[in-house]
């Protein structure tokens, strides 16, 4: 059972995060982190998450990983779940879907780029040989990263998803669909 054990660790302007597997406990810490990301407007969390929603999420998560069908690794700091990323085998074949989301006040600091690299490490335990993933065209800070680590743009579809910004006024964002073939798998 891989559920809780350590990754990574990095220090970051002077603070500690750790990449690790998810785990049961994590369930409140979970739901924190949720919420966060949906008072963002971050384009995954479009509700807000109760304990239930929260439970439901995190058991299918660790269900994936004690059945070797993906991997979910939170980033953890000072009792704080602050980021979270997942691989799960896909419906291609040798293909995966990747997901990475980490809250505002812990960005730039270089963890997507690490969880990244994690991520692509657990794909090839799955066996996969490429990763697919979807990034919103107003995330430009996550499409710049996707390409610096070698994701391609495979397609785009205009205006897919709307949200209202700061000012109450809805913006369109494009869906962009990337992949990256993995070395060494």
Not at 26 to 46: F, G, K, S, T, W
Not at 141 to 148: C, E, S, V
């Amino acid at each position: 059972m891989k559920e809780g054990q350590p990754i990574k660790e990095i220090e970051s302007d002077g603070v500690v995060f750790r990449f690790r597997y998810a785990r049961w406990s994590d369930a409140p810490a979970y739901v924190d982190m949720c919420n966060i990301l949906h008072r963002e407007q971050v384009m995954a969390y479009h509700a807000a998450t109760d304990f239930s929603l929260g439970i439901e999420r995190l058991s299918r998560f660790l269900l994936g990983l004690e059945t070797g069908k993906l991997a979910h690794v939170a980033i953890e700091t000072e009792g704080r779940i602050v980021g979270e990323g997942a691989i799960q085998t896909g419906t291609a074949p040798m293909t995966g879907t990747l997901g990475i989301k980490i809250i505002g006040a812990c960005r730039r600091r270089g963890l997507g780029e690490q969880m990244m690299s994690i991520l692509e490490e657990e794909a090839r335990k799955l066996g996969l040989q490429r990763i697919f993933l979807v990034v919103w065209g107003l995330n430009e800070a996550a499409y710049r990263l996707y390409l610096k680590v070698g994701y391609r743009e495979v397609g785009r579809i205009t205006k897919w998803f709307e949200k209202e910004d700061e000012a109450g006024n809805v913006v369109l964002s494009d869906r962009v669909d990337m992949i990256k073939e993995i070395v060494g798998a």
